[in-house]
């Protein structure tokens, strides 16, 4: 199975701020499937981005994903408030679907 | 956009069975694939498997020996056992809209295995 490695493990950052989370596949992801997700502390996850760039419905324009093959990138433009929370990569181009260790962001 | 609920006993003897339904509503069961994935307390995500309305399904191998998913259309709902569970079984079960995409989630049930 393809192992997905997460960096940073925390991300101390201040609102307004860029925040740039990063996911390493262990092989190839095919076709570019890989989504991020967002989770709160006693919630469920909630889907940001699919096939690497394309964001889920109702997902501010801040967060954007890119890469392409055992590297990518969810960035957040600009930390809002709320954006303070981990973030979790997820493959899903080869069975079974994976996810990274998750990137906590939080404030600084 | 559909709602997910699941629902199933809290705490599960070691070498039992875990059953967990969940129930859609908002949309037909029979539209969408659908998952179940779990998290340990603190820790990270782990897919379990997938149905579709046809019966057909996908596990995953570390837990396929295990694992049963089925669905019944009749009442919109899908359903989980996990036979043989031990400790390392214990946490929040989520169902998920999607077949390895999870769209759409329930807000999880936490199951404890613990005599």
């Known amino acids: 199975e393809i192992v997905l490695t997460q960096s940073p493990g925390t991300l101390s950052l201040s609102p307004g701020e860029r925040a740039t989370l990063s996911c390493r596949a262990s092989?190839?992801?095919?076709?570019?499937?890989l989504a991020w997700y967002q989770q709160k502390p006693g919630q469920a996850p909630r889907l940001l981005i699919s096939?690497?760039?394309s964001r889920a419905t109702g997902i501010p324009d801040r967060f954007s994903g890119s890469g392409s093959g055992t590297d990518f990138t969810l960035t957040i433009s600009r930390l809002e408030p709320e954006d303070f929370a981990v973030y979790y990569c997820q493959q899903y181009g080869s069975s079974p679907p994976t996810f990274g260790q998750g990137t906590q962001v939080e404030i600084k | 956009q559909v709602q997910l609920q699941e629902s199933g006993p809290g705490l599960v003897k070691p070498s039992e069975t875990l059953s967990l339904t969940c129930t859609v509503s908002g949309g037909s069961i029979t539209s969408y694939f659908w998952s179940w994935i779990r998290q340990p307390p603190g820790k990270g995500l782990e897919w379990i498997g997938y149905?579709?309305?046809?019966?057909?399904?996908n596990y995953n191998p570390s837990l396929k020996s295990r694992v049963t998913i089925s669905v019944d259309t009749s009442k919109n709902q899908f359903s989980l056992n996990l036979s043989s569970v031990t400790a390392a079984d214990t946490a929040v079960y989520y169902c998920a809209r999607g077949v390895s995409v999870a769209a759409d989630w329930g807000q999880g049930t936490l199951v404890t295995v613990s005599s």
């Open positions: 149905i579709y309305y046809s019966g057909t399904t």
């Open positions: 092989l190839t992801v095919s076709s570019s499937y």
């Open positions: 096939g690497a760039s």
